[in-house]
């Protein structure tokens, strides 16, 4: 069997699509844009089957990527930072295959093309020098339908490994849920009580204030009984975040300079898994004046207080390798010194947590949460003692989490990369000959 290789350029058309996303008019007409789902659009510019592919990254500024490519048939209409390849003829080429192929070898074809450093594009010009296996039509189509096979296996199991990703989450949610409601270690008698640590939290603070390292607090409101959610031992005590804080204050508003590296400028963003890249982090201008107000220490903990990923938390455990400002979009908290501050960071990824911080939050299309909110928010608190046997438990218990999360992510790759070996060993049979 001879398959013959040919450039897109030979086979297809490839026509940049013709409408500005945000101009389109909604309409009775597929709008192809670089999301999965369709838009709509009141006129049509394409007619068949057609590959779509997106000419800029995914991922934005200075990033090479491709999060997808996509297959339309029909009238329909694309967006202007993408472009359609049709197939001239497809009893020579067929549109479904393309996709396919084109989707298999997306980082080799395409990702690999992408031109520029900063605002990095997919020129039409490079996807028309792509060389594609054409089998016959026969084949084309048995490919296509192996693929949509192999690819319904796959999503089967693909949906039992999210299903597994989804019980090892309650599992932690469960661990820490028992460790906030006094269930997760056992109590000791000699512990001296949350009451005492209340009192040691209260002394350290107004020797703060009148040393003037912090400013007074503006009073709390009293706990009510229809705000306590659950029992917790007899020595513990309910208290709000801000009578265990020193401080909870907003972030330092300055722009991020990756050019600088005197001073860095933490945001969001760099926050990653509960963890920084302290080297990516970019600097900023900034005063004397500026550092003594925002400078990070460990213990200190930042809370997003803004959109997506609001109330996603982040310990300093160590000393950032500089000196390092938070920015504005992210709210700090600082312990009492009395305090396990891993205890406190346990809290704020605990479901009794969240609950109270979406309640909090208020703005529909961008959520929002502010220092005076968090100030309030309701806490368990255990004997010292007993927080730091907690924090040993969970440390364990956490780590289990994370080797059945790795368990099971690497099932699912191996899945992905099972289906794509399969596929492209459906697309280079031992008996076929490239000319």
């Known amino acids: 069997m001879i398959w013959k290789t040919k450039t897109l350029g030979d086979l297809c058309h490839i026509e940049k699509g013709k409408i500005g996303i945000q101009k389109a008019t909604p309409g009775e007409f597929p709008l192809v844009v670089t999301a999965e789902e369709r838009l709509s659009h009141n006129e049509f510019h394409f007619e068949g089957n057609a590959v779509i592919i997106p000419l800029v990254s995914s991922t934005g500024h200075g990033h090479k990527s491709l999060k997808r490519i996509h297959f339309q048939s029909g009238k329909f209409a694309v967006g202007n930072i993408l472009c359609a390849v049709i197939p001239k003829d497809e009893n020579v080429l067929r549109a479904d295959y393309l996709f396919r192929f ?38 084309q189509i048995d490919f296509v339908q192996q693929h949509s096979v192999l690819e319904e296996k796959s999503n089967d199991l693909g949906e039992e490994i999210e299903h597994q990703l989804e019980m090892v989450k309650k599992l932690r949610h469960a661990f820490l849920r028992e460790a906030m409601q006094g269930r997760l270690v056992p109590q000791d008698i000699n512990d001296e009580t949350a009451s005492v640590l209340l009192e040691k939290i209260k002394a350290e603070k107004e020797r703060l204030i009148k040393e003037k390292k912090i400013k007074k607090q503006k009073h709390l409101p009293p706990i009510t009984e229809e705000e306590i959610p659950f029992e917790i031992p007899e020595n513990w005590r309910w208290c709000r975040l801000g009578v265990i804080s020193n401080n909870i204050h907003y972030g330092f508003n300055a722009s991020a300079n990756p050019i600088l590296q005197e001073v860095r400028l933490l945001r969001i963003t760099d926050i990653q898994d509960n963890s920084v890249n302290w080297e990516s982090v970019p600097g900023c201008n900034y005063k004397e004046k500026d550092i003594l107000s925002y400078k990070l220490g460990i213990n200190d903990i930042v809370i997003a207080r803004t959109g997506g990923t609001i ?125």
């Open 311 to 435: 109330g996603k938390s982040f310990l300093v455990n160590e000393e950032p390798p500089n000196t390092t400002l938070f920015a504005s979009y992210l709210i700090r908290i600082i312990p009492s010194k009395s305090l396990n501050a891993s205890f406190l960071k346990y809290f704020l990824e605990s479901p009794f947590y969240w609950e109270q911080l979406y309640e909090a939050a208020w703005g529909a299309g961008q959520p929002n949460v502010n220092a005076t909110k968090l100030n309030a928010l309701l806490l368990s608190l255990p004997p010292l003692s007993e927080q730091q046997r907690i924090v040993v438990k969970l440390d364990e218990l956490m780590a289990y989490c994370d080797e059945l999360e790795a368990s099971i992510k690497e099932s699912q790759q191996q899945n992905e990369l099972l289906l794509q070996q399969v596929l492209r060993e459906a697309l280079e049979p031992e008996s076929a000959i490239l000319s």
């Open 102 to 139: 084109l989707d298999l070898n997306r980082e080799k074809e395409l990702v690999s093309r992408m031109k520029g450093m900063a605002n990095v594009t997919l020129p039409m010009k490079e996807i028309a020098k792509v060389e594609i296996p054409i089998p016959p039509i026969e084949a």
